[in-house]
């Protein structure tokens, strides 16, 4: 009995065996006779990460920027008229000495001119005296005519009459009028004044110096106005207006001198006048900017920005409006003009474009793009018409447009 139950134990376990293997031969086989198969999946199309910046259509003043040269407005060389030695200078006459108008510059010795207004204002007075002594003897003379009534022609009764002698005698007191007219002119030329609010540029002559007329006594320019030398090219003519007074709708002018005054620190002024010629190198128009109180001497705000002459500062010329356009950073104006435009879908837009006015750091469309559309500043390696675009979170849409601050002492 016992070996029957060991046989059938034996006999259950084989049965199990096979069963196994069996099993696993089916799997075996089943997963050799039907491998599994992959699925391609068409790629999903990759999307390039662009900054963009909204940009909006709006009047914008072109903004001209160049150098110029600080000159003289007015500039004279002050000399006698008479002879005679210095005898008093004016403290302030040395290079840089500021003069208000008609302030005493120098005096030259005036001794002799005023003896010779005494001596002149004598000779008239004796002139004077002749011509009412003339006319008495007239007088006297018509008496006697009207005693005698006698026949006298025309040419004798005038020397009976004495009229010749009387206009001698007034010819010689307007004579000796001019002469002490003159005289008083000349000790009035011994007192040399400022003849407008100067600054002396140069000094050449010395108390005690010996001058005659025509010698040069120094160099002066007005304190009034400076003039800025710019040059720009022709074609940006058009955009500026000159005006012969300030307010005339003249094109308004900064003048920075960054060395002199440190940065963002300006002066106003105006164009004032275009000038008629053109540069033969470089063929540049030339452009006076007008700047009122160069030395800031009356304006309290501009102390410490005094324009020097000669000295070399840098110019921006607010040009005229210009409506109706799109401003551009420079660098956002690709080959050909053209621009990269992100549409609403999201793809890139490649665009030609209209420019009206262009310099080193912007650009004016005035067709191509319109109020609103995100334009694509950031570079791409290979741009083409409809690639996928997406932004940066943190980078979002920057506000485009804008004007140009509005002109004042110092930049914010």
């Not at 160049?66 to 008093?88: H, N």
């Not at 005519?145 to 010689?172: F, H, I, N, S, T």
């Not at 600054?199 to 003039?227: K, M, Q």
């Not at 709708?249 to 001198?257: F, G, I, N, P, Q």
Request: proline share 4%; hydrophobic share 45%.
């Amino acid at each position: 009995m016992s070996y029957l139950l060991k046989f059938l134990n034996i006999i259950f376990r084989l049965i199990i065996v096979l069963v196994v293997i069996a099993g696993a031969v089916g799997i075996s086989y089943y997963w050799i006779s039907n491998p599994p198969t992959t699925e391609r999946r068409p790629p999903k199309p990759e999307s390039v990460l662009v900054t963009v910046e909204k940009v909006s259509r709006q009047a914008e003043r072109a903004l001209l920027k160049t150098l110029g040269t600080v000159i003289p407005a007015k500039q004279i060389q002050l000399a006698a008229r008479i002879t005679g030695q210095v005898t008093e200078v004016n403290g302030s006459f040395v290079p840089g000495g500021i003069f208000k108008a008609n302030e005493v510059i120098l005096q030259i010795d005036k001794e002799d001119y005023e003896l010779a207004v005494a001596q002149q204002s004598a000779n008239l007075t004796q002139a004077q005296a002749d011509v009412r002594i003339e006319m008495g003897q007239q007088e006297v003379a018509r008496s006697e005519y009207e005693l005698l009534m006698g026949d006298v022609e025309a040419g004798d009764l005038d020397l009976l009459l004495r009229k010749p002698q009387l206009e001698a005698r007034k010819a010689a007191v307007a004579i000796a009028e001019a002469a002490l007219e003159r005289a008083e002119l000349n000790l009035d030329r011994t007192t040399i004044y400022a003849p407008f609010n100067a600054v002396v540029i140069d000094r050449n002559v010395e108390l005690g110096a010996y001058v005659s007329p025509g010698n040069p006594l120094a160099t002066l320019a007005d304190t009034d106005l400076f003039w800025v030398e710019v040059s720009i090219p022709a074609g940006e003519l058009r955009w500026i207006q000159a005006g012969e007074k300030e307010g005339e709708a003249a094109s308004t002018v900064r003048v920075y001198d960054a060395a002199a005054w440190g940065e963002g620190v300006y002066r106003e002024g105006y164009v004032q006048q275009v000038l008629p010629d053109i540069e033969v190198e470089g063929r540049m128009a030339r452009v006076l900017v007008a700047v009122t109180d160069p030395l800031a001497l009356n304006t309290e705000e501009s102390k410490g920005a005094a324009l020097r002459l000669n000295a070399f500062v840098r110019v921006i010329i607010e040009g005229t409006e210009i409506p109706g356009v799109v401003r551009i950073p420079r660098a956002a104006l690709r080959e050909n003009n053209t621009v990269w435009v992100m549409t609403a879908e999201k793809t890139l837009d490649i665009r030609d474009v209209e420019i009206v006015w262009s310099s080193e750091d912007e650009v004016f469309i005035s067709g191509g793009m319109g109020d609103g559309e995100l334009l694509v500043t950031s570079d791409m390696a290979t741009p083409v018409q409809g690639t996928l675009l997406r932004t940066s979170p943190v980078s979002g849409e920057k506000g485009g447009g804008g004007k140009a601050k509005a002109a004042g002492g110092r930049d914010s």
